[in-house]
C-alpha cells in the first residue's frame, strides 16, 4: 500500500504501553498497541516498470517544455518514493525548491519542503515548516500526516494530535490516517474518542487488521474480556503473522489464568521472529 505520494498508505509502527496490574516481573503483563508503518515499503523494480520508469524520465520533453520548478522538484521526490531512494535525488529536488521558494510557501503551503524533510527522517525541519501554518487552513491531508508524524517522532504527541485529526479530517475515508490519529488518542490516554475511531474503520472495513488490535487492547483495559478476545482473534483472523495481535493475545490468555496457551502464542510468535525480543522476555516471564 505504501509506495508514493499517491500510493503509500503505512506508517511507522509506535508502541503505546499500558501496564496491567498482575504479578511476576511485568514483561507478560504489557499488552502494546500497535499502529501502521510512515516508511515506505520499498519495491523493487520488475520488467513491467521499465516502460513506466521512461516515461517518467521523459516527461519533460513529453508533456511539456516548460514544467516548473516545484513540479520537477515533485518529480524527482516521486522517482525515490516509487523506485529509487537515493538521497541524490531529493537534493535535486531541495535545489528546484529553493528556486521558487515564494510559490512553494505562499500556494503549496510548504508541503512539499516538509515532505522532502520527512523522507530525510528530519523531523526537526519538518516542524519549524509546521510553525507558519495551522492544522485548520491545511487543505491537503498528507502534509498534516507528515507533521503529526514529526511531532509524535519527537516524543511531542499532544502536538501531533491536532495534525492526525486535520489529515484525519481532510480525507475521512483513509483509514490509515484514521488509525493513526486513533493510536494519538490511545497515546494520551482519551480511550472513548480513540475507541470510535477504531469502531470508524471497522465499520468501514471489518477486516482492518490494525484496528481490531488496537480495539482488543482498549476492551482489555476496560476488562471486557469477551471483546477484547473477539477482536484480536479477528485481528489474526486478517493479519495471521501481525506480531502485536499475537503479543496482546497472549497478554490475554495470562490475564485469563491460561498461560499454556501464552506459551504456545509466544513460542509460535518466537518461531515466526526469532528477533522478537519481547516475545522472550515475556517466554521467560511466564516462566518464573
Given at each position: 500500500?505504501?509506495?508514493?505520494e499517491?500510493?503509500?498508505?503505512?506508517m511507522?509502527k509506535?508502541?503505546?504501553c499500558i501496564?496491567?496490574?498482575?504479578?511476576?516481573?511485568g514483561?507478560?503483563?504489557?499488552?502494546?498497541?500497535?499502529?501502521?508503518?510512515?516508511?515506505i515499503r520499498?519495491?523493487?523494480?520488475?520488467?513491467?516498470?521499465?516502460?513506466?520508469?521512461t516515461?517518467?524520465l521523459?516527461?519533460?520533453?513529453?508533456?511539456?517544455?516548460?514544467?516548473d520548478?516545484?513540479?520537477?522538484?515533485r518529480?524527482f521526490?516521486?522517482?525515490?518514493?516509487?523506485y529509487?531512494?537515493?538521497?541524490?535525488l531529493?537534493d535535486s529536488a531541495l535545489?528546484?525548491?529553493?528556486m521558487?521558494?515564494?510559490?512553494e510557501?505562499?500556494?503549496?503551503?510548504?508541503?512539499?519542503?516538509?515532505r522532502i524533510?520527512?523522507?530525510?527522517?528530519?523531523?526537526?525541519?519538518?516542524m519549524?515548516?509546521?510553525t507558519?501554518?495551522?492544522?485548520a487552513?491545511?487543505?491537503?491531508?498528507?502534509t498534516?500526516?507528515?507533521?503529526?508524524?514529526?511531532?509524535?517522532?519527537s516524543?511531542?504527541?499532544a502536538?501531533a494530535?491536532?495534525?492526525f485529526n486535520?489529515?484525519?479530517?481532510?480525507?475521512?475515508?483513509?483509514?490509515?490516517?484514521?488509525?493513526?490519529?486513533?493510536?494519538?488518542?490511545?497515546?494520551?490516554?482519551n480511550i472513548?474518542?480513540?475507541?470510535?475511531v477504531?469502531?470508524y474503520?471497522?465499520?468501514?472495513?471489518?477486516?482492518?487488521g490494525?484496528?481490531?488490535?488496537?480495539?482488543?487492547f482498549?476492551?482489555?483495559?476496560?476488562g471486557?474480556?469477551?471483546?477484547?478476545?473477539?477482536?484480536?482473534?479477528?485481528?489474526?483472523?486478517y493479519?495471521?503473522?501481525?506480531?502485536?495481535?499475537?503479543i496482546?493475545?497472549a497478554?490475554?490468555y495470562?490475564?485469563?489464568?491460561?498461560?499454556?496457551?501464552?506459551?504456545k502464542?509466544?513460542?509460535?510468535?518466537v518461531?515466526?521472529?526469532?528477533?522478537?525480543e519481547?516475545?522472550?522476555a515475556?517466554?521467560?516471564?511466564?516462566?518464573l
Open positions: 500500500m505504501l509506495c508514493s499517491t500510493e503509500e498508505k503505512r511507522l509506535d508502541n503505546n501496564t496491567c496490574h498482575m504479578p511476576k516481573n514483561s507478560i503483563d504489557i499488552p502494546h498497541v500497535a499502529v501502521t508503518d510512515h516508511y520499498k519495491r523493487p523494480v520488475e520488467k513491467r516498470d521499465v516502460s513506466e520508469i516515461a517518467f521523459g516527461i519533460v520533453c513529453y508533456n511539456n517544455d516548460n514544467v520548478a516545484i513540479t520537477k522538484a518529480g521526490m516521486e522517482f525515490y518514493e516509487r529509487n531512494p537515493n538521497q541524490g531529493l535545489t528546484y525548491l529553493d521558487d521558494k515564494e510559490r510557501a505562499n500556494e503549496k503551503q510548504n508541503r512539499d519542503y516538509v524533510y520527512f523522507l530525510l527522517n528530519n523531523y526537526k525541519k519538518v519549524e515548516y509546521a507558519s501554518l495551522k492544522p487552513h491545511l487543505t491537503d491531508a498528507w498534516a500526516y507528515r507533521i503529526g508524524e514529526a511531532y509524535s517522532q516524543g511531542r504527541v502536538e494530535k491536532q495534525w486535520r489529515a484525519a479530517t481532510i480525507w475521512p475515508h483513509a483509514l490509515d490516517f484514521q488509525n493513526k490519529y486513533g493510536a494519538c488518542l490511545l497515546a494520551l490516554n472513548p474518542e480513540a475507541k470510535k477504531f469502531q474503520i471497522i465499520s468501514e472495513n471489518p477486516q482492518y490494525t484496528a481490531h488490535t488496537n480495539l482488543g482498549i476492551y482489555m483495559q476496560e471486557n474480556n469477551a471483546m477484547a478476545y473477539d477482536h484480536l482473534n479477528k485481528a489474526l483472523q493479519e495471521p503473522d501481525s506480531k502485536q495481535a499475537l496482546n493475545l497478554v490475554w495470562h490475564n485469563n489464568r491460561l498461560d499454556n496457551m501464552a506459551e502464542v509466544l513460542l509460535h510468535l518461531k515466526k521472529y526469532p528477533d522478537n519481547q516475545a522472550k515475556m517466554l521467560a516471564d511466564l516462566a
